[in-house]
């Protein structure tokens, strides 16, 4: 297949580099002078696009993602798929597959779970909005890079289960934190604390396969100096996406605007920047109520 890759950052240099070694045949695209083995690298965006079959972006937000749409749909050909792995505004990925349905394009938003591990490893997940014909064209590709690809139904479904899955993370992130620091005051070693919630009501994602404590579960961010899996800054802002998102429809989401007012304080008034998300337990060590 002849694809397009626009975007070639810590995500999708990776995912493009799994499509080539497939044999795909991928021309890419990025404002950094980056060189990917098996790439060909185009001068611009819609020269990447040009007579592609499947153009795919990964891109750092909505406004990005409509100005590179602006370049890259009227160099795509009738039939071909625009597909975005971006997360952004659920605004934008509707607008965007709106434009791209207008020019004759199949528009899939695909959003990303799993990190840059899963990106170099082709074991993402991806949440999938639009139509079946452009995600049965697609399949293919979601192998390559992913593990996983669930269609989510229409065009901005994709960016709405990834916010939403992301609050949720967020906010478990938080508690498990919380009641690690909660344990260490109360007296209750870690591994005690660790084998009692991940194996009862309390176990979770955040708990069982990404423990925040070092030393503790599965190797996790924790035990590298919480050298970021995925960076706080990253959570903060899926966290800040969801919240516009319940603002637009009128959503009552009060854990996930605590949650995403605690990440903006690390991120942006403490030593939270470039951390890992589960960061917040040294975060919550050293703090007292009040």
């Not at 039939?79 to 975005?84: N, S, W």
């Not at 792995?85 to 990303?112: E, F, I, K, M």
């Amino acid at each position: 297949m002849k694809i397009g890759f626009i975007g070639l950052g810590n995500m999708g240099g990776p995912m493009a580099a799994n499509l080539a070694k497939a044999g795909h045949e991928v021309t890419g695209f990025d404002m950094a002078d980056v060189k990917i083995e098996g790439i060909k690298m185009a001068g611009s965006a819609a020269a990447a696009a040009e007579g592609a079959q499947v153009v795919i972006t990964m891109l750092p937000n909505g406004d990005i993602l409509r100005r590179v749409a602006d370049e890259v749909i009227p160099a795509m050909g009738t039939g071909a798929v625009l597909l975005d792995c971006s997360t952004v505004d659920v605004g934008s990925a509707r607008d965007v597959a709106a434009q791209a349905q207008a020019a004759g394009l199949s528009a899939l938003d695909a959003p990303v779970s799993g990190g840059v591990g899963g990106a170099a490893g082709g074991t993402l997940t991806f949440m999938v909005g639009g139509d079946e014909a452009g995600f049965n064209i697609a399949k293919e590709l979601f192998d390559i890079m992913g593990q996983k690809a669930v269609h989510c139904g229409p065009s901005g479904n994709g960016q709405a289960a990834k916010i939403c899955n992301n609050m949720i993370l967020g906010a478990t992130m938080i508690a498990t934190c919380e009641a690690f620091a909660l344990a260490d005051k109360l007296g209750l070693e870690r591994q005690a604390m660790f084998d009692v919630v991940s194996t009862s009501s309390g176990y979770s994602w955040s708990m069982n396969a990404y423990c925040p404590a070092p030393g503790i579960g599965p190797k996790s961010p924790a035990d590298n100096g919480y050298q970021p899996g995925f960076a706080a800054d990253l959570m903060l802002k899926d966290l800040r996406l969801s919240q516009q998102a319940a603002e637009t429809v009128n959503a009552d989401t009060p854990m996930g605007r605590a949650a995403c007012d605690l990440y903006a304080d690390f991120v942006e008034k403490e030593d939270g920047k470039g951390r890992d998300f589960s960061a917040m337990l040294p975060r919550f060590e050293t703090r007292g109520r009040g």
